[in-house]
Each structure stands twice: as structure tokens, then as C-alpha cells.
DNA sequence: GTATTTCACTTGCATTTTGCAAGCATTGTA
DNA sequence: TACAATGCTTGCAAAATGCAAGTGAAATAC
């Protein structure tokens, strides 16, 4: 048997807590680390190391659970990192596209309000 | 001597995980709760007891912690809850303000990829 | 003026999440 | 075949969260 990598088993909706869209947004996104995986993935980064070597420092266990979560919320898909190689590399669905305003939006309040922030080399599209 | 307020005392930045405006920004407003505070914010409402009343229900606690941070970061600001009153409201400071366009993505996104999730009756402008 | 209720929190404590370090089985490379 | 890199998992201490129950000042009712 392959060895068993990050599982894709989307969960039926949890209870949310209310019906607002942006409550429910930060259901999954509201935390310090998941957005920065979607930076990441918006910057064109697509393997576990390099979201793992991001200046933050991401914990790997974190790391894993949050990938988890954006599988499970069809925000990313795995893909295999090469042609015809075994390792495997994420990459953003449609759902995951459409954060790119939202991450937008935070890079621009941050590069305006936070001294000193300054934009990726690769500034996110 | 006057009942102590929550103080507004604000720190010199902490250390960053990295110059990244987006990393910067999640630092202060990533978390499942604080930009509900500031969604509530944006929809007119200004006192505790509105924030601790939205249907999310967010603890006290945590209410006073989130208040207390976006004190410190200049996001919101103390005011008199009214004429004469000495009971006490919060509203954003222009660096709140500034969040809207933020927050109005995340509710888009929220909208069109959540199913079941709506609008408030107050759009946030 | 006094009693009662509302408001804006605080406190204590159990539960959950986070963060760090180490370990480990594959996969790729020499 | 050895060795290093990759993509995780595990264990555990520390921090954050969530719930319930206070608490005292301010507003309201009587």
C-alpha cells in the first residue's frame, strides 16, 4: 500500500455559528497561520517545505492540520510535484482562487496601517 | 476615583514574525473573533453589550481582550455611549475604517463560496 | 432616596489549541 | 547501497479559549 498522505474527506458543513458569511469565513480562515499558507500558495510556492521555510516559521504539526482543513474545504487540491514523480504539491481550486481580493485586501491595509511591512519580492497578483 | 476603563496604553509594536503586511495584519486581526468586533463595528453597533449580544455570542472574556487589543493598535477608540452619559462606546479610528474594504471581502468570499450563509440586514458599507 | 436592574466587565477553572522538539517511514540522490 | 531530503506524526508543556459565576458602578424604577 502507498503510504497514506493527507486525507481529502470532505465533512458535511459543521454547526456554524451563525449564518453570517463572514463569521462563517473565519470558521476556517480566522487564525493566524491559514491565510499565510494561501499567500504562499497565491506566490506560486506549492510544496510542504516551502510553505514549512516561510520567514514565519510555520510549526510542521500546524502545518499539516491546516492543510488538512483547506483539503477538506475544497480551497486547495493536491497535485503530484512532477511529472511522473511520487511527492506531491498543493495547488489552489477555484474556491481558493477567490481569496486572492481577500489577501489582497490584508496585504494593503498591513503595507498602509503597519510601519515598516514591506511586500513580498513576488507581490501577490 | 473613576471605575478604571479598559486602559488604552499602546505598546511598542512586539516582535514580528515577519516584515510581511499580511503576516503583520493576522498578528492583530487573525482570529475567529476580533473582525466580527470590527464587522459590528462597520453595522453601527458600539457598545459592549451590542457585540456581546450578535449572534455569535463571543464570551465576555475574550470580548474584553479583543476590545483591549484593537485599543492598544489604534483601531477603535473610546467615546461617551452619550450626551452626558458616563457609560462608555467604542468606534473606529480611521485605521478602523480602513478595514472595511477588508472586511467586505471576506463577506463576499464568505457569500459566494459558503452555501447557506447571508447578508445582514445592515450591509457593511 | 431607596431598590432593582442593566451594564461592563473580572475571576476561576476545565478544555482546547498552539508551539517546540524529536522521531520516522518514504522518496530522491550519489 | 548509503545518505539526505521530504512530509509528515507524536509527545508534552504552555498558552488561548470557553463557560459560569461573580462584582461594582451607573441607570432606572419606585
Given at each position: 500500500m502507498p503510504r497514506q498522505r493527507l486525507s481529502n474527506n470532505p465533512q458535511p458543513d459543521a454547526k456554524r455559528r451563525s449564518p453570517c458569511p463572514v463569521a462563517c469565513a473565519l470558521d476556517l480562515l480566522g487564525d493566524k497561520w491559514t491565510l499565510l499558507v494561501v499567500r504562499d500558495l497565491l506566490l506560486g510556492r506549492s510544496r510542504f517545505k516551502d510553505f514549512a521555510s516561510s520567514p514565519e516559521g510555520i510549526p510542521s504539526n500546524i502545518l499539516s492540520d491546516r492543510l488538512e482543513r483547506l483539503l477538506a474545504a475544497n480551497v486547495i487540491r493536491q497535485k503530484p510535484a512532477e511529472e511522473g514523480g511520487k511527492r506531491l504539491a498543493y495547488e489552489l481550486t477555484e474556491k481558493g482562487i477567490a481569496l486572492r481580493p481577500m489577501v489582497r485586501?490584508?496585504?494593503d491595509w498591513g503595507l498602509k496601517?503597519?510601519?515598516?511591512?514591506r511586500a513580498e519580492?513576488?507581490?501577490v497578483r
Open positions: 485586501a490584508i496585504r496601517w503597519e510601519p515598516g511591512t519580492l513576488q507581490p
